[in-house]
């Protein structure tokens, strides 16, 4: 069975940080990106970073670049979003998902095929 667990979440203050994980089992960890997506509140959902499990490329959406960093721990199936520099506009539900990085940021959620059930980041002004 194909699963993905985000956890790491939780309430911090603007400027603070936070490092969310995101468990994968029941697939080839290697063969797939896998992808940090979030969502706010009556806002659609929002490709954040993406890796590739087999060479390590990491993607970022602009509004993320230079504040979180996505990486890879192979052996444990999991990949870490080191989130720092908080603000309360990153404040959502943020999900993990498996597939293939599409090219950009935008259409990344198109390529994913297997979803985690994802973790709430609050960010406190």
């Known amino acids: 069975e194909v699963q993905l667990v985000e956890s790491g979440g939780g309430l911090v203050q603007a400027g603070g940080s936070l490092r969310l994980s995101c468990a994968a089992s029941g697939f080839t960890f290697d063969d797939y990106a896998i992808g940090w997506f979030r969502q706010a509140p009556g806002k659609e959902r929002e490709g954040v970073s993406c890796i590739s499990s087999s060479d390590g490329s990491t993607y970022y959406a602009d509004s993320v670049k230079g504040r979180f960093t996505i990486s890879s721990d192979n052996a444990k199936n999991t990949v870490y979003l080191q989130m720092n520099s908080l603000k309360p506009e990153d404040t959502a539900v943020y999900f993990c998902?498996?597939?293939?990085?599409?090219?950009?940021?935008?259409?990344?959620?198109?390529?994913?095929?297997?979803w985690g059930k994802g973790t709430l980041v609050t960010v406190s002004s």
């Open positions: 998902a498996a597939g293939y990085y599409t090219g950009s940021m935008p259409t990344l959620a198109a390529g994913m095929d297997y």
